[in-house]
């Protein structure tokens, strides 16, 4: 089975990032999530470059928490603190360029709903963490790019995040990323979002190897005094195999 980790999709001029885990390290785990990739994640969200500043607020629903921990100011994102009224009027969004919502759910009022959707209608980012929805949509995106909650609890014995073929060439993507924990919070399976969204990064039940975890079982080493090879040019070939398939490499 996929879990989704990391999903994102356009609306309006806006970008919108789901994320069904927390940026900080309060109830998950102790794991602090790279702070790379949380930086990456809000730079695409909010269509800056990676020099420039990150204005964003962070607002948090109920008793979820909103810190960002190592994320603020030393990777260039300045961030202010706010609870679910600050979202009801607009002036407090028009002069940010991310908002993260932690702890969304279906309480959120009709004025809210309104004032996030033409926020990112208008170019705004949004990153939407933590979905405290159980076995049902999230009644924000249901006009934007529908999401179906399984469970707002993960109970999970076994897998690994891993990123998909198309999440590999988005701009959120960087090759150290490979491997990096992320600590999922709700189940959102790959079949519960629309195809409005673009599934970047996965937990799969059924892989037993981390993403970029390679196990090596024997090293060769020759010298290149061993060999007479006659001629300018020369080929060498190399095999191995990784998760029940094969990877071939030529040097000339």
Partial sequence: MKYVTIATTEYGKGRIVLFPSRFDNINTAGNLLNPALTRSM????????????????????STVEGNLFDVADMNNVLVSFGDLDDLSVSSNLTDKDCIILNGVDNNISPLIRTNLTNYVVGGGGLVLCDLRVDGEAIELLESIAPVTVESESVNLSS??????????????????????????????????????????????????????DLEIDELLFSRSQDFSIPGTFFVGYYATVYEDGITDMETC
């Fill in 42 to 61: 809000l730079e695409w969200a909010s269509q800056r470059n990676e020099n420039d500043r990150i204005s964003s607020l962070s607002v948090s629903n």
């Fill in 159 to 212: 897998g690994f995040p891993m990123w998909t073929d198309i999440g590999r060439t988005h701009p959120i993507f960087r090759d150290r990323f490979l491997g990096v924990d992320i600590t999922l919070l709700n189940s959102v399976q790959e079949s519960g979002v629309s195809s409005s969204w673009t599934v970047l990064n996965v937990l799969d039940t059924d892989i037993e190897v981390r993403e970029g």
